[in-house]
């Protein structure tokens, strides 16, 4: 039996987890699903248990959570204090962990529960502004209260300064400043190892104090909020990374200034030839360096994260032309109404969705519907908002507008998919939620035990022994472990055509069981072309009849003309003049070429002439159609000369890399907005698992949802603005290089050729990175293992031997080394 409940008291991914864990270990519970948004949670129970038993399990772990019936009672737990300046509302601020759920905020900065930045949701209201006073901005048209003149739509621009490019350009500042710090401490305290000797201009107590004053820049500008995250991290009793950076460093850094400040209290052992006791300054500031390299490279990602959102809304324009009262008025597009008429010019964006009531077009549909071919609409046909008019005029009465358009229903998901994504915990993040505690306890332990039974000075052996332990420990070893290996795994992609927007794609890419793939674009090229001429009259060559076709449809805007001129283009053909041009809505068009009486059109044109094919020739055209080709009958003075296919071929690297992928174990599934026998015909071909046809925007992005909710880990690739719902869904998006922007911001790997070989190249890589994770982190940790116990003086009763803080140093140096070196194999 399932039962539904919601749970107060969580307000992060990490209460999630604990209280599934709480309520899984509770007799009769079969499966717990927890969904944090909603603040509910599914059980599965073999046998019914008590809401008061699942009561008693939570409040184990103290009066924290509470579980109740939906409707009942909540027990309002109180909420962590927060900054004044943090509190939440109507903001447009909110943290990508979701640590609150949709708790907004009114400034931008650190999450005030796991310290993350903050980021902002974007908004598709346009803003009007002076071109002469820009600092005059108001949210509907009128004229500059400075100037006179009339406000224009603010354009945005990828360098208009945005909050992300600021927090970039803030932290590459800070980063540069570090370096600069850096370098020369690193240098001082590396002297005597590379053979350089600076005792001659200065003695090492006046070298100290310059690495102290070059040192704290870089503690106190550059690197400040890595200890207030670390610092956060503890009061909010989730141990990480933030953690370690925090002790280690800081312990350096302050270990240091009591060794210059207090050399003569230390043992003789922790001094140099000249008395001065070793410092570890470099060791402090070049951890943090790294750290903030780290942080700069995924500032740079975050900040295109909106990017996709910005590509969408980019497509919708900020004003409409509606008629009222039969006057034309040019407004803004947030004060179109219902049932208004609009009137579209040649080359316009459509403002809103709707229904044409006069005229008729050529619409290009592609950026919504992913179809390589303009779509023909006249009086009484839907269109979409965002989709482009061809070269006639047309109204229009709105339909959708606001919020419910289509593409505002796009831009939604592809929103709610990238802030509701679960964030990808990498490896040594998972160690480290074990390792940072029992690191600390071992610390505490051994400077206990040095400060109870250590020989005199006895604080002094405790205070160097809990220093050595948390030196030996710092992730310097551990923060490269993942990095290097992506770094260098993602020149290699690069080299190979697989761009990766962030190492999530690249630890989840190896784990994938379920391709989804569309079609137009991706399996196929994404543009129509010639398939074929076949004559069935003795007096028509083939060339000759694409001869004459391709001089009629040099004077049509029809969609598919474009693929027969250049067909014809392509075999030497040149189009002749055309006499008497006329079109027949939505059987063809005719004309005169040379004296011929040409006419091309589809089998209802034949009917106009009283024409009719051979059964042999009837069942040809009705194969090609059910292989996704369009078929043109072409007559010349009333008789069936021939007949024109036009088609999407597949590319020539589909059949074998998705025959690569399915031998490697993966579910190959296609979703396209194309008719089913086109869809059915390239899935035969392929060999596919599976296809879905007729789908929209957000029927594919609910199927990987669907996939993904049956346990398999989804990739997803795709050409189109119609994918980026889908693209941001998937456990990997994977867009193709020659498709739209949007898809390629909405996904995080990019083939820059387009081929399907692609994701076979990107799953290697994938494995191979993985591997190289996993060798590092044992690099990393087998050097803590060993000297961890060594630092906290295990064997000194036995062997009289302590681990002095620089040999400390020296093993993590080495376990970085190691970390480096085997990170460059894989080039």
Not at 50 to 57: F, Q
Not at 349 to 378: A, C, L, Q, W, Y
Not at 525 to 548: C, F, M, T, W
Not at 577 to 591: A, L, M, P, R, Y
């Amino acid at each position: 039996m399932k039962h539904t409940y919601k749970i107060s008291g969580m307000t992060c991914n990490g209460c999630r987890s604990h209280v599934e864990k709480m309520l899984k270990a509770v007799e009769g519970i079969s499966d717990v699903s927890v969904d944090l948004a909603n603040k509910e949670a599914v059980v599965q129970m073999e046998s019914h248990v008590p809401i008061e038993t699942l009561k008693e399990a939570l409040q184990k772990d103290g009066d924290r959570y509470d579980i109740h019936l939906p409707g009942s009672h909540e027990h309002h737990h109180p909420m962590p204090k927060i900054k004044k300046n943090d509190t939440g509302g109507s903001g447009k601020y909110y943290c990508p962990m979701l640590c609150e759920g949709d708790k907004k905020y009114d400034k931008p900065g650190d999450c005030p529960k796991c310290g993350m930045d903050l980021e902002k949701e974007e908004s598709s209201k346009t803003i009007y502004t002076c071109p002469m006073h820009p600092e005059v901005e108001q949210d509907h048209p009128g004229s500059c209260p400075k100037c006179g003149m009339d406000l224009e739509p603010k354009k945005a621009s990828a360098d208009d300064g945005s909050e992300e490019q600021k927090a970039y350009k803030k932290m590459l500042t800070k980063f540069w400043i570090s370096v600069a710090f850096t370098l020369p401490v690193l240098f001082i305290a590396m002297s005597e190892m590379i053979g350089v000797s600076l005792s001659g201009i200065a003695s090492e107590k006046t070298w100290g104090w310059v690495q102290f004053a070059l040192s704290t820049p870089v503690i106190f500008y550059s690197c400040w909020n890595f200890f207030v995250r670390g610092y956060k991290s503890i009061i909010n009793r989730s141990p990480n990374m933030w953690t370690l950076i925090t002790l280690g460093a800081g312990a350096a850094y302050l270990f240091s200034i009591f060794a210059l400040l207090f050399p003569d209290i230390f043992p003789d052992q922790f001094k140099s030839e000249g008395g001065a006791v070793h410092l570890y300054f470099e060791a402090a500031v070049v951890i943090l360096t790294l750290i903030l390299l780290g942080q700069l490279l995924e500032a740079k990602a975050r900040s295109q994260t909106n990017s996709a959102i910005k590509e969408l809304l980019n497509l919708v324009p900020p004003e409409a032309t509606v008629i009222r009262d039969g006057e034309e008025l040019t407004i803004p597009l947030e004060h179109v109404k219902l049932d208004d008429i609009i009137k579209i010019k040649p080359g316009e964006k459509i403002p809103v969705d709707g229904e044409i009531t006069e005229g008729k077009s050529s619409i290009d549909e592609s950026m919504i519907t992913g179809e390589p071919v303009p779509v023909e609409k006249s009086e009484g046909d839907n269109v979409i908002g965002g989709t482009i008019n061809g070269t006639s005029s047309f109204q229009m009465k709105a339909q959708k507008v606001g919020s419910d358009t289509l593409l505002s229903q796009i831009i939604e998901m592809v929103n709610k998919a990238s802030r509701t994504k679960a964030p990808i915990q990498n490896l040594a993040d998972k160690v480290s939620s074990y390792f940072v505690p029992i690191v600390v306890s071992i610390a505490i332990i051994a400077f206990a035990v040095w400060a109870i039974w250590g020989p005199d000075p006895k604080l002094v052996y405790a205070f160097t022994s809990a220093v050595t332990v948390l030196i030996i420990a710092c992730p310097c070893a551990l923060g490269l472990a993942t990095p290097m290996s992506i770094m260098v795994g993602t020149g290699k992609g690069a080299k190979q055509g697989i761009l990766v927007k962030d190492a999530r794609a690249i630890e989840e890419m190896h784990k994938v069981t379920t391709l989804v793939i569309d079609k137009t674009g991706t399996i196929t090229q994404g543009r129509p072309s010639l398939q074929d001429v076949q004559s069935i009259h003795e007096k028509y060559s083939a060339d000759a009849i694409l001869k004459n076709a391709a001089s009629l449809e040099s004077s049509s805007e029809h969609p598919l003309a474009h693929a027969i001129v250049e067909g014809a283009e392509n075999k030497g053909l040149k189009p002749q003049k055309v006499d008497d041009f006329n079109s027949i809505t939505g059987k063809g068009i005719t004309g005169k070429v040379d004296g011929l009486q040409i006419a091309i059109g589809n089998k209802k044109l034949l009917e106009e002439f009283d024409l009719t094919l051979d059964q042999e020739h009837d069942e040809d055209v009705k194969q090609r159609q059910l292989e996704g080709q369009t078929v043109m009958f072409v007559v010349i003075d009333k008789e069936v000369a021939g007949f024109i296919s036009v088609a999407d071929p597949i590319k020539e690297s589909s059949a074998d890399a998705i025959k690569h992928l399915q031998d490697q174990g993966l579910e190959v599934i296609m979703l396209t907005g194309d008719n089913k026998n086109t869809a059915k015909a390239v899935a035969d071909k392929l060999g596919l698992d599976g296809y879905v046809a007729d789908l929209l925007p957000e029927n594919k992005y609910e199927k990987v949802k669907a996939l993904q909710e049956e346990g398999k880990i989804v990739a997803m690739a795709g050409d189109g603005i119609n994918d980026a719902p889908a693209l941001a869904q998937a456990n990997v998006g994977i867009a193709m290089g020659t498709g739209t922007d949007v898809a390629i911001e909405s996904a995080s790997l990019t083939l820059v050729k387009g081929e399907l070989d692609g994701i076979v190249r990107a799953r290697k890589l994938s494995t191979d990175v993985m591997r190289n994770i996993k060798q590092n982190l044992f690099f990393a940790f087998v050097y803590n293992m060993l000297g961890v116990p060594i630092a906290a003086g295990v064997l000194f009763p036995v062997f009289g031997l302590l681990l002095s803080p620089m040999l400390a140093a020296a093993a993590m140096s080495l376990s970085s080394v190691s970390v480096i070196g085997n990170s460059l194999r894989l080039r």
